[in-house]
């Protein structure tokens, strides 16, 4: 396909922005509670006609499916009925026919003088939609749920996987009945009895496909009705006042409101992921959006309960514009059999012999490649009795290979993203991506300190950056982090742990815990310079320590995943004044600009761990045992299996968003904080499903006889806690989404 007549983003927003403005001015959208009249639909279709979404789907330079995504999330937040679904789906359809009767009913649906609804009728997947027989030229049924039919002229519907038949809803024999569903009316029960009909017939495998785009771009306008509801829903939560604040103020509304704000923004992305690759001609379109339904039927009926629950009473008042996009949502989600058909697809997909597994990311011609030369170097590095050894080893031993760090530092990788000013390879995100997902996949010990590597780069003198990034890059030399006290965890403006100055050198004195790569050749730590600086933060100031310097006594715990971390103790502990990062008391700025520059890709590495476990996890379900029985023949457990590759999609989605942003700057904090939320719930609901799936056995732990994989799976599911937690909990990252995404009170 010639891409180059595809319209691009700028359009795309053109399209949305006015055709938001246009149904602002033109449309009442209580006529959704109250019942539109027919000439009021007809209406406002020909008015939408005249904007020019009637021909959108009919060829690839009049708008493809994410064009249509656009109008119909904006219809859905508009509440406006018009019948854009079916001219989508008739514009998709029968410009595959080779008749004068689809070419004289496109040219009609595209100047306005046809209204066509759509039908599935027998091919819908919803039980009990309906289905028509036909006999000489005559049809004879009921479909039930058929959009907008009493403001239409025709009935286009599906007599087979091969056929369409062309009804005018004028005709004898025909009678329209209006139908209240979900408590709204637009939709209509249609009865045909000998009514006249003609058919159409169309290319073997058009329907199947067109089935799965109805699908997909009722998400969207699912997806519009949701977001719609949950701004309202936010915007009340910072006017709406209860014990003498905005109740946006009360963490229990930030975090609800948080969660919606991810789950939109998951099905945002995937849609209109699926939405290009079909655009594109790419074949995992159908993968992705039968991921995507899978995900939004339930998540966005999640979100628009949970907007109702910020609500409170005002919120089910039918008066009240929330309730109209609830029951928008629900009808989108269940319509067309809901999410189930998506996750049978997903584990026929996944699960039948021959499978190829997770779909790969087309990460551009440079990741692509990059993928490529990783795989290929890891196979000679880090492959058959050197890694085979390397796993037999304890957890705990096989976090870190200085060997191998020096080896690949030989690559220069691990300055992959770094500017080429600091002896860096100026890689893109994308780029990052495919080297961490091939590092994961290869299973490869961890390498680097990417965090007090952007540290010294930005905040660092030029002595520090020519002494510090050159033994990072060779990979000789690891970092902790000395951030957590006592008394200072998630609130670390709260820490004790000083550094006074004396003469030539900084004097530290405190307490750090729960310190991992204690055993690095440096700890970048935090201690306070100023302890009466208001605001405490202010007086906050970053070091790098030598983890050899004298006053340090390290107390190693095992962790409950089985790695370590440290309590450390600093007394009077002199280091050069040259190792102070960036400015006396501006430790604050050092800290989280170097955090920002790198979260972004915190929720990317969690999730493509999940993703590489999940491909492990898989071959044990497939796996058939003497009788030739195997888990996968379990429709529970393919229902599971299905649920997690929807939300690995998600997650990858979210991964590629932030390395989009990045591309273009840095990661805002609150996108990064998304996908890390996300991503490390995922990798726990993850670990409770494997051992769900796998059974007893799969609670062994390493070493012990019978063990599955080593103890793979439990040993993944202690380890979630951690990326939960860890690099800021996931309750301080709602907090951030919603005061910085969404603009709740501190």
Not at 226 to 245: C, I, N, S
Not at 540 to 564: H, K, L
Not at 613 to 624: C, D, I, K
Request: net charge negative.
């Amino acid at each position: 396909m010639d891409t180059t007549e595809l319209p691009n983003d700028e359009v795309r927003q053109m399209l949305r922005d006015s055709l938001r403005g246009f149904l602002g001015e033109q449309w009442n959208a209580d006529c959704f509670r109250l019942g539109a009249e027919p000439k009021d639909v007809a209406a406002i279709w020909a008015k939408l006609v005249g904007q020019g979404v009637a021909s959108l789907g009919s060829a690839p330079e009049e708008g493809g499916l994410r064009e249509i995504a656009v109008v119909l999330a904006e219809l859905g937040r508009a509440a406006c009925p018009a019948p854009m679904w079916s001219a989508a789906l008739a514009n998709f359809a029968l410009s595959t026919a080779r008749s004068e009767l689809a070419a004289d009913c496109l040219e009609n649906l595209h100047v306005g003088a046809a209204r066509l609804a759509f039908s599935f009728g027998a091919l819908d997947p919803a039980p009990g939609a309906g289905a028509i027989r036909v006999r000489d030229g005559r049809a004879d049924g009921v479909l039930l749920l058929v959009e907008a039919a009493d403001s239409c002229t025709h009935l286009l519907v599906a007599i087979d996987h091969a056929l369409l038949g062309l009804v005018a809803l004028d005709a004898a024999g025909v009678a329209i009945v209006p139908t209240r569903a979900m408590g709204a009316w637009g939709a209509c029960e249609v009865r045909l009895s000998s009514a006249p009909i003609s058919l159409i017939a169309i290319e073997a495998g058009v329907l199947d496909d067109l089935l799965l785009r109805g699908k997909l771009v009722l998400m969207a306008r699912a997806h519009g009705a949701a977001l719609r509801g949950f701004e309202l829903a936010t915007d009340y939560a910072k006017e709406r006042h209860q014990f003498g604040q905005p109740i946006g103020r009360f963490q229990a509304i930030q975090h609800k409101l948080a969660n919606g704000f991810i789950a939109l923004e998951g099905a945002r992305l995937i849609v209109d992921h699926a939405a290009r690759l079909h655009d594109h001609g790419n074949r995992d379109w159908r993968y992705f959006a039968h991921a995507a339904i899978a995900f939004a039927c339930d998540g966005l009926r999640r979100v628009s309960l949970e907007t109702h629950h910020a609500f409170g009473a005002i919120g089910y008042a039918d008066e009240h514009e929330a309730p109209r996009h609830f029951k928008r949502v629900h009808l989108d989600t269940i319509m067309l059999g809901g999410a189930a058909p998506a996750k049978k697809w997903l584990a026929s997909s996944l699960l039948e012999p021959g499978s190829s597994g997770l779909p790969e990311h087309d990460l551009g011609p440079a990741g692509n490649a990059l993928r490529e030369q990783v795989m290929d170097w890891l196979e000679q590095h880090w492959s058959g009795d050197r890694k085979a050894e390397f796993d037999r080893k304890p957890f705990a031993k096989r976090e870190f290979d200085a060997e191998f760090a020096r080896e690949i530092g030989e690559t220069g990788w691990i300055g992959l993203g770094w500017s080429r000013q600091f002896g860096g390879q100026a890689r893109s995100p994308l780029e990052q991506i495919a080297f961490m997902e091939t590092m994961e996949r290869g299973e490869a010990p961890r390498i680097g300190a990417a965090i007090q590597a952007n540290a010294v780069m930005m905040f660092g003198t030029l002595e520090q950056q020519q002494r510090y990034l050159p033994e990072i890059l060779r990979g000789e030399a690891m970092y902790g982090m000395g951030y957590s006290e006592p008394q200072a965890g998630s609130d670390l403006a709260a820490l004790r742990t000083s550094a006074v100055r004396d003469g030539d050198h900084w004097v530290i004195n405190g307490q750090k815990i729960w310190t991992t790569t204690w055993w690095g050749k440096y700890m970048f730590l935090a201690a306070r310079t100023d302890k009466d600086a208001e605001p405490p933060h202010a007086g906050i100031s970053m070091f790098i320590v030598p983890m050899n310097a004298e006053g340090i006594t390290v107390r190693p715990a095992t962790t409950m995943y089985d790695g370590s971390f440290a309590n450390i103790f600093y007394d009077n502990v002199r280091i050069p004044l040259e190792n102070l990062v960036g400015e006396i008391n501006g430790g604050w700025k050092v800290l989280t600009g170097a955090l920002a520059f790198e979260r972004g890709l915190v929720g990317g590495g969690i999730v493509l761990k999940v993703a590489h476990a999940f491909e492990q996890l898989r071959g044990h379900v497939m796996q058939r045992d003497a009788a030739g029985m195997a888990l996968s023949d379990d429709p529970i457990v393919r229902d599971r299996m299905a649920t997690l590759a929807a939300e690995i999609e998600i997650g990858r989605q979210l991964m590629m968003h932030c390395a989009e942003l990045a591309a273009d700057g840095m990661t805002p904090p609150e996108y990064g904080a998304i996908s890390k939320v996300f991503s490390g719930e995922l990798m726990e609901r993850f670990g409770e499903a494997a051992l769900d799936i796998l059974g007893t056995r799969a609670a062994l732990s390493e070493q012990m006889p019978g063990a599955i994989d080593n103890g793979r799976f439990e040993q993944n599911l202690r380890h979630s806690l951690m990326w939960v937690i860890s690099i800021g909990t996931n309750e301080i990252q709602r907090s951030l989404i919603a005061q910085r995404a969404l603009g709740l009170p501190r």
